[in-house]
């Protein structure tokens, strides 16, 4: 609760700053899986880390994470409230299409990545069903094996990395979100 208040996390969502990161670096929360549960999608792969970190914004970014992981968990309340039906967690898809050692994987970077993977693991952990990582190269792998050691079992084996392959997407994709849920670009029919 302390790392709530010391945060404003309870007025994160009405934050003008947020606001502004959110047009910078989008996210979309608007379809649902095959339970119910709300999906988070945002493309990081093309989200420069190295240029937040020379300029002094680690703080603001991270904090921005925690917005959308912040805005995933009131949609699921939300949908419960709505809905009747219970539903606690939340898929996230990071398209990390793009990826780069240099932009998101240098050494300025690392920190924040596991700022990150630790706001996550400290006040999330358990709210998310799966995250879902598409377009993965394998430049991707030395990262996650970075951040891997941070994440509990759970978190781990919540993780499923995709290669770029049409096919292998849109068959782990299937088997969790409907096609009419699922964005265009990963073989669904769902056009924003």
């Known amino acids: 609760m302390s790392w709530r208040k010391e945060n404003s996390i309870d ?3 009405n934050n003008p700053e ?3 990161m959110e047009k910078k670096y989008p996210f979309l929360l608007n379809t649902v899986d095959k339970h119910g549960h709300p999906v988070l999608e945002f493309n990081s792969g093309r989200w420069d880390i190295r240029k937040v970190a ?5 703080e603001i970014f991270t904090l921005y994470w925690v917005y959308m992981f912040e ?3 009131t949609k699921t309340r939300n949908l419960t409230a ?3 039906k219970q539903i606690s967690e939340f898929v996230v898809i990071v ?5 780069s050692l240099r932009s998101q994987g240098c050494l ?7 700022r990150i993977t630790s706001d996550y693991e400290n006040n999330y952990a358990g709210f998310v069903h799966s995250f879902i990582l598409p377009n993965a190269p394998r430049a991707f792998d030395y990262v996650f094996d970075f951040l891997k050691p941070l994440m509990s079992p759970a978190t781990r084996n919540s993780v499923n990395l995709l290669s770029s ?5 849109k068959q782990v994709f299937g088997k969790i979100i409907n096609d009419d849920q699922l964005r265009r670009h990963y073989g669904g029919k769902h056009s924003r």
Request: hydrophobic share 40%; with cysteine; net charge negative.
């Open 54 to 58: 020379l300029a002094g914004k680690s």
């Open 18 to 20: 947020m606001k502004k």
């Open 82 to 84: 709505s809905t009747g």
């Open 71 to 73: 805005s995933a968990a």
């Open 11 to 13: 007025t994160l969502v």
């Open 165 to 169: 392959d049409p096919e292998e997407i």
């Open 95 to 99: 398209d990390v299409g793009g990826f």
């Open 108 to 114: 300025a970077c690392l920190p924040i990545l596991g």
